[in-house]
């Protein structure tokens, strides 16, 4: 599978891309019963939400305050950032947001479909 997102350009991550990300918290926000990981769409493609975060992991933009809110009210232990008034990059808030979609997927039981689903067609067939 080729990666449908924009990549990170020196760390940095379009606007497009960070905006997708906020869709992509948001999709997390309203997952509720339902056994499958949310989706966004970007360009007319259906994106699964953890390969949004997955495509931020590196990046070292910072995050918005509203959306660091967002991550940090998810955590179980108070969040300290390391940068000026607690900063946190989108890098930080993307291995947290992919950190949760990975346990609701295990505890839904649903994630070994996922990366079944998610592996590149020649590596399911063996090939």
């Not at 599978?1 to 350009?9: F, S």
């Not at 007319?44 to 939400?49: A, K, Q």
Request: charged share 25%; with cysteine.
């Amino acid at each position: 599978m080729t990666n449908a997102l924009p990549p990170l350009h020196d760390g940095h991550a379009p606007f497009t891309l960070q905006e997708l990300f906020r869709e992509a918290l948001y999709a997390f926000e309203e997952w509720d019963t339902e056994l499958t990981e949310p989706i966004v769409t970007f360009e007319g493609r259906v994106v699964p939400i953890s390969q949004v975060f997955e495509a931020m992991r590196h990046c070292d933009d910072i995050v918005p305050m509203n959306i660091v809110g967002a991550v940090t009210e998810r955590l179980t232990k108070p969040w300290e950032g390391e940068g000026p008034l607690d900063q946190m990059s989108f890098s930080t808030a993307a291995r947290v947001m992919g950190v949760l979609v990975r346990k609701r997927l295990l505890a839904n039981g649903t994630a070994d479909i996922v990366a079944v689903a998610e592996q590149p067609a020649e590596r399911r067939s063996g090939n």
